[in-house]
């Protein structure tokens, strides 16, 4: 038997943690306010 499931787990977990990781900066990028977009007209 020369099966190796180390390296397959090791895929889905680089996967899974890329997926992860992407999907919690997109959350706190899109919950960051950004005054560098939006400059004070008001002043």
């Not at 996967?15 to 990781?21: A, D, I, P, R």
């Not at 992407?22 to 960051?32: F, R």
């Amino acid at each position: 038997m020369k099966r190796k499931p180390d390296v397959l787990w090791v895929l889905v977990i680089l996967f899974s943690l890329g997926v992860v990781t992407t999907g919690y900066t997109q959350s706190l990028w899109e919950h960051q306010p950004a005054p560098v977009t939006q400059p004070n007209v008001a002043g």
